[in-house]
């Protein structure tokens, strides 16, 4: 251990698939300006380079002090693997403390390692709810929030679920969404008329993306959607960038057997949004796309039964449907043509990150960690 090492113990920031780095970035950016010391850990659970390399690489992120190369595999088999590579490092770099992101299975196991080594935990997103405890998200957020000294919370509502479930109300900071600052300091660099020319797109198309367990890993179930959206391309276009979970299900039950189903790899962060930007309407199972919408105004509709994020309903574009209403949900938009609204969630405005710094000052300040 060298002399700085000795000094000045870091933040470590667990990160471990996409959604994690988009998060990530404003914070590590204002932590930064604030003068901490910080370290990277990438669990490797997303290892691709379309679904991370090319994330941090947009997004300016630092390299990762260090990768853990954990990969894919059951939940119990992933979790232990991330585990035991996430203590040896929280062994070695002695952490002042831990930040962890959202609420994917690298999320609870770092929560859940610091915990056990008495390293303080920050969760960033923390608070929110489907009540849903057949996703294995909602697990992930429950168990990492009772394990946390800092909830840094997105939406007003997560601070009463905090309170409901026993967070000491100290621990709970509204400081609103740091995926939408990556949104807003990147808006200029959304250009649609590239990414329609790149990928051969035309005018005016649907956006979907599809990758919850719920809706791609039963063949069947998968089949069944595959239907839905070939009833969608009947209407209008549709794009999709295919999730690597899911792809052979949707690809087996015939996705691209339609003429105006557009196929493409996962896109990096810019081309996806400025394809999102561009689309008359988006279908969608992921949590972040509810909110990225919201604040670009392009009709969301969410395939799924619940939302950790209803103030995408009350506040954005956002609109929960079953297989059945998919159709007549996409044909509905296309015809009113929608514009966005004026509203927009709370503290929803670029600046989450440096309130997130700043809550994590004072509290490293307040217990000693910064002399
Ligand atoms: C994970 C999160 C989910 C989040 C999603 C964002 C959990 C429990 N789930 O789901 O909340 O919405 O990330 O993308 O943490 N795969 C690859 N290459 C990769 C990564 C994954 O091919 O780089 C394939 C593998 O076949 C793997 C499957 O995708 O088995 C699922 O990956 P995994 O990280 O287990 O979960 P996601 O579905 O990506």
């Known amino acids: 251990m060298n002399r700085k090492e000795i000094l000045v113990s870091p933040i470590?920031?667990?990160?471990?698939?996409?959604?994690?780095?988009v998060?990530?970035?404003?914070?590590?950016?204002?932590?930064?300006?604030?003068?901490?010391?910080?370290?990277?850990?990438?669990?490797?659970?997303?290892?691709?380079?379309?679904?991370?390399?090319?994330?941090?690489?947009?997004?300016?992120?630092?390299?990762?002090?260090?990768?853990?190369?954990?990969?894919?595999?059951?939940?119990?088999?992933?979790?232990?693997?991330?585990?035991?590579?996430?203590?040896?490092?929280?062994?070695?770099?002695?952490?002042?403390?831990?930040?962890?992101?959202?609420?994917v299975n690298s999320t609870i196991a770092a929560a859940l390692v610091a915990a056990k080594l008495h390293i303080p935990v920050a969760h960033v997103e923390a608070g929110l709810r489907s009540f849903d405890m057949t996703m294995p998200?909602?697990?992930?957020?429950?168990?990492?929030?009772?394990?946390?000294?800092?909830?840094?919370?997105?939406?007003?509502e997560g601070i009463g679920h905090l309170a409901n479930e026993g967070v000491a109300v100290e621990r709970a900071h509204l400081v609103g969404n740091p995926m939408i600052d990556t949104l807003l300091a990147n808006l200029d660099s959304f250009d649609t008329g590239r990414v329609r020319e790149a990928h051969g797109l035309p005018d005016r198309y649907v956006l979907a993306t599809m990758h919850r367990p719920a809706n791609v890993d039963a063949p069947e179930t998968a089949a069944a959607l595959v239907r839905h959206l070939h009833g969608v391309?009947?209407?209008?276009?549709?794009?999709i960038p295919v999730h690597p979970r899911g792809r052979a299900n949707l690809l087996a039950?015939?996705?691209?057997?339609?003429?105006?189903?557009?196929?493409l790899e996962p896109l990096g962060y810019i081309d996806f949004?400025?394809?999102?930007?561009?689309?008359?309407?988006?279908?969608?199972?992921s949590g972040g796309l509810q909110e990225e919408t919201t604040i670009l105004g392009v009709p969301c509709l969410t395939v799924r039964p619940n939302t950790e994020r209803p103030i995408t309903i009350t506040h954005g574009t956002n609109r929960l449907v079953t297989f059945e209403e998919l159709v007549p949900g996409v044909r509905k938009v296309l015809e009113s043509g929608a514009q966005a609204g004026e509203r927009r969630p709370p503290l929803w405005d670029g600046h989450a990150g440096p309130r997130?710094?700043?809550?994590?000052m004072a509290f490293l300040g307040g217990n000693g960690a910064l002399g």
């Not at 949004?273 to 199972?285: E, F, K, S, W, Y």
Request: charged share 20%; with cysteine.
């Open 253 to 263: 039950a015939g996705l691209d057997d339609h003429d105006r189903v557009h196929v």
């Open 233 to 239: 391309a009947d209407l209008a276009d549709l794009v």
């Open 273 to 285: 949004i400025a394809a999102v930007r561009g689309a008359a309407a988006v279908v969608t199972d």
């Open 137 to 156: 998200e909602e697990v992930n957020r429950r168990l990492t929030d009772q394990l946390s000294d800092i909830c840094l919370v997105t939406s007003p």
């Open 23 to 103: 998060k990530a970035a404003p914070v590590i950016g204002a932590l930064r300006a604030a003068g901490a010391e910080q370290a990277v850990i990438h669990t490797g659970q997303h290892y691709d380079a379309r679904m991370s390399e090319i994330f941090f690489d947009e997004l300016g992120l630092p390299e990762p002090d260090v990768n853990l190369g954990v990969g894919s595999g059951g939940h119990a088999e992933q979790t232990a693997a991330l585990m035991v590579g996430l203590e040896r490092e929280f062994t070695s770099r002695s952490p002042v403390l831990v930040i962890v992101y959202g609420d």
């Open 356 to 360: 997130i710094a700043e809550v994590v």
């Open 12 to 21: 470590v920031h667990v990160l471990g698939a996409r959604p994690n780095f």
